[in-house]
Structures are given as structure tokens and as C-alpha cells.
T-cell receptor, first 109, second 116 residues
């Protein structure tokens, strides 16, 4: 059974600082890994999908890296803004997505 | 493009009552998922459909939960009878598929259930 751990559980930074969110998973036999954002009381919004053959994927200020063999992925958010405040979840896909509890980010203005 | 639609957004019921949630996936998405998200936790997969067939329901409490996807489009998740621990957000998601490599998942806004 896939186990997903996200560290830290919560993070508070001043505006403009770069964010580094870590995700580790126990079963490296995955097809892809997806990063999501969840705002309070809302559903999940897909941020990035990184295929198992890729080392990284970028979208705007977001960059996700994947080291499948070591079971790790990292989401980088450059120049954080208050609007980035949310919970970020990673989900490796080994035919189904398994989720960690997420990292709750607060960006202070 | 319309996203994943879910209803109702909120439901409050007494324990032992029944409730049903509805989901309409993105047009053309063959795979549909129901997840349960308890406050402070990540979503947990309850059931996965491919077209109108069940791919995985290993974590669905079948004594009280049921789900169907007639005609391979929209889906209904039912809980009967509800327990206090069923209080959660029920998320529906859909994706295109290619073999066993599920593509990008898109989620609806969720249905928040409170059981009193």
C-alpha cells in the first residue's frame, strides 16, 4: 500500500520568499505524480502532472521535481504571494492516486 | 470546458438517515472517482469507475456505502445508514485514461456531509 508523507505539515513565510514543499512516497513503481492545491472549503485544483519518465515539470512560478527511485518529489513556488496561501497535496499514481495530508502554506503580506 | 459538477454542496443529516450525492464528470472522461476527505486529512479513494464498470472499490464500506455509474456518465454515491464518522467532504474526480496510466485528475468542489 502506497504511503505518502508531506513535510512540513505547515509553513508560514513572508511575501516574496521562495517555497519548498516536500513529498515522499513508499512505492516507487508509479506512472506519474500530481500536485494539487486546495483552498479552504473547496475541491482540489491540479497544479502540475509530472510523468514517471520526467525529472521536472514547470508552470509559471511553479516547478516540480521527481526522483522516482528515491520516492521523492519537491514542489518549488518562486516569489510567493498571499494568494498562494492554501494546502498543497501531492499524489503519486500507481494505477490509483494516493494522497498525503498536505502542507498548509500561509504567505504573510 | 465545463468542470466536474457535484451536488448538493452541503448536507446535514441525523445518524442512521440516508444521503445521496451526485456527480457529473467532464465530458468524454471515461474514469470517475469518489474520494472521502476527513478534516485535516488527504482524500481517500472510495471507488473508481472506468466507463460503467468498477475498477477499485477496496476501501468502500460496502455495508453502508454504494455507488453506481449507469450509462458510464454521471454517478451517484449513497450512504445508508449514516454514522457520525461519515462526516466528511465527498469529492468526485474524473480523468481520461490510457491503459492503466490514468491521466490528470480533475476534481469537483465536493459535497460536505455533516452527520449529527
Amino acid at each position: 500500500k502506497q504511503e505518502v508523507t508531506q513535510i512540513p505539515a505547515a509553513l508560514s513565510v513572508p511575501e516574496g520568499e521562495n517555497l519548498v514543499l516536500n513529498c515522499s512516497f513508499t512505492d516507487s513503481a508509479i506512472y506519474n505524480l500530481q500536485w494539487f492545491r486546495q483552498d479552504p472549503g473547496k475541491g482540489l485544483t491540479s497544479l502540475l502532472l509530472i510523468q514517471s519518465s520526467q525529472r521536472e515539470q514547470t508552470s509559471g512560478r511553479l516547478n516540480a521535481s521527481l526522483d522516482k527511485s528515491s520516492g521523492r518529489s519537491t514542489l518549488y513556488i518562486a516569489a510567493s504571494q498571499p494568494g498562494d496561501s492554501a494546502t498543497y497535496l501531492c499524489a503519486p499514481n500507481d494505477y490509483k492516486l494516493s494522497f498525503g495530508a498536505g502542507t498548509t502554506v500561509t504567505v504573510r503580506a | 470546458e465545463a468542470g466536474v459538477a457535484q451536488s448538493p454542496r452541503y448536507k446535514i443529516i441525523e445518524k442512521r438517515q440516508s444521503v445521496a450525492f451526485w456527480c457529473n464528470p467532464i465530458s468524454g472522461h471515461a474514469t470517475l472517482y469518489w474520494y472521502q476527505q476527513i478534516l485535516g486529512q488527504g482524500p481517500k479513494l472510495l471507488i473508481q469507475f472506468q466507463n460503467n464498470g468498477v475498477v477499485d472499490d477496496s476501501q468502500l464500506p460496502k455495508d453502508r456505502f454504494s455507488a453506481e455509474r449507469l450509462k458510464g456518465v454521471d454517478s451517484t454515491l449513497k450512504i445508508q445508514p449514516a454514522k457520525l464518522e461519515d462526516s466528511a467532504v465527498y469529492l468526485c474526480a474524473s480523468s481520461l485514461i490510457s491503459g492503466t496510466n490514468t491521466g490528470e485528475l480533475f476534481f469537483g468542489e465536493g459535497s460536505r456531509l455533516t452527520v449529527l
